[in-house]
């Protein structure tokens, strides 16, 4: 047999097609672009939202301030019209010669600052209380002094109240002030 006669054997090349690796280079390009525009989306989005939680920041820091200042204001002017009265009492004890100073007057005009202090915690929810029983309540009640007793059936009992104490509702923001008698 001769050369001629020989079948010819399929040679198969390796290398690979010029219109595939188009096809992918445009498939690759495609989800590139597409994985880009998403992100820079996401950027865009995030940023807005940024922006909107700091607008939603500031409006809620305003609004705190705001709340504050309008829940206090009642307890503000209370305040302004007690230190307008205190002085208006100091200008009317001024022009007062020493000698018609009083001592029962100037008692009475410190009674009645008192008495316009316990209104202004009145009028802001704070009510003065005392306890209406005799025995002294550790609980709403604080003893400022021992009195000394032999007497058995006084001891644990009130000696003298002091000054009152004050509470928003069920809260005690201050207990009662009170002298107890104890056994000595």
Known sequence: M???????IP??????????IQHLEQILESGIS????????????DAAKQQQIDRLHAELQEYRTDLIAKTNRPLVNGL?????NIGRLIEGLKSKPTEQ?????????????QDDIEILLDQNGIAAFTEPVETFQP?????IKNIPTTDDKRV?????????GFEQGDEIIQKERVSVYVLP
């Open 11 to 20: 040679v198969h090349s390796e290398e690979p097609n010029h219109n595939a």
């Open 34 to 45: 597409q994985v880009l525009n998403a992100f820079e989306q996401k950027i865009a989005f």
């Open 156 to 164: 644990g009992k009130i000696a003298e109240r002091l000054r009152p």
């Open 2 to 8: 001769t050369d001629e006669t020989k079948t010819p």
């Open 80 to 84: 302004i019209r007690l230190h307008d």
């Open 139 to 143: 609980r709403r009640q604080r003893a």
């Open 101 to 113: 100073l009083e001592p029962d007057r100037f008692f009475k005009a410190i009674g009645g600052i």
